[in-house]
């Protein structure tokens, strides 16, 4: 059950884009369409960004996007704003039957 | 709407027990598997367990297997995290969560519960 491995920090302006790797292996990320991403400011609980690679849940922007190739995840937001100054989080189903986090990673918005 | 509310945390000498409750409501309760994931300080998330809507199934992270059992009363609304055999590396903020209708993401968290380790 080894972390699913994201960069430790990206940047960006407001307006642009970033986007965010969730790398794992053919037992997890590559195995199944069950990625999700997560957003959490300090001291909040984390938020549901998209589910199963690239869905997103109702009232989620759509400058929120995902995708997958092979054993990696990505999320890209597009039109950067203030507020999306966040730590991101990706998950992945296993064939454990179990669910593995990736380590983090800090958007910080210039 | 969904709400999950987390109890039992605090302060816990290593080696001791520690329950967590969860209390659901907003939703259909027997409808959804539950998970709990942690937080440790500074440190990222770590998914911790889940059991099945109807409480057949369980599954747990290494990290936990053994000293860690995870239940539920449809009764009560609420799901339960049995901490025992306490570590320092178990002190983190607890979530109660649950689990979309499929999938394994997950779309309601609660506040969070802090459990720390020391003596």
């Known amino acids: 059950q080894s972390a699913l491995t994201q960069p430790a920090s990206v940047s960006g302006s407001p307006g642009q884009s970033i986007t965010i790797s969730c790398t794992g292996t053919?037992?997890?990320?590559?195995?199944?369409?069950?990625v999700s991403w997560y957003q959490q400011h300090p001291g909040k609980a984390p938020k549901l960004l998209i589910y199963?690679?690239?869905n997103r849940p109702s009232g989620v922007s759509n400058r929120f996007s995902g995708s997958k190739s092979g054993n990696t995840a990505s999320l890209t937001i597009s039109g950067l704003q203030a507020e999306d100054d966040a730590d991101y989080y990706c998950?992945?189903?296993?064939?454990?039957?179990?669910?593995?986090f990736g380590g983090g990673t800090k958007l910080t918005v210039l | 709407q969904v709400q999950l509310v987390e109890s039992g945390g605090g302060v816990v000498q290593p080696g001791r027990s520690l329950r967590l409750s969860c209390a659901a409501s907003g939703f259909t309760f027997t409808s959804y598997a539950m998970h709990w994931v942690r937080q440790a300080p500074g440190k990222g998330l770590e998914w911790v367990a889940v059991?099945?809507?109807?409480?057949?199934?369980?599954y747990y992270a290494d990290s936990v297997k053994g000293r860690f059992s995870i239940s539920r009363d449809s009764s009560k609304n609420s799901a339960y995290l049995q901490m025992n055999s306490l570590r320092p590396e178990d002190t983190a903020v607890y979530y109660c969560?649950?689990?979309?209708?499929?999938?394994?993401?997950?779309?309601?968290w609660g506040q969070g519960i802090l459990v720390t380790v020391s003596s």
């Open positions: 998950s992945s189903y296993t064939s454990d039957s179990t669910l593995v």
């Open positions: 969560a649950r689990e979309r209708s499929s999938g394994w993401s997950i779309d309601y």
């Open positions: 059991i099945s809507f109807s409480g057949t199934y369980k």
């Open positions: 199963d690679v690239s």
């Open positions: 053919s037992s997890d990320v590559g195995g199944y369409n069950y």
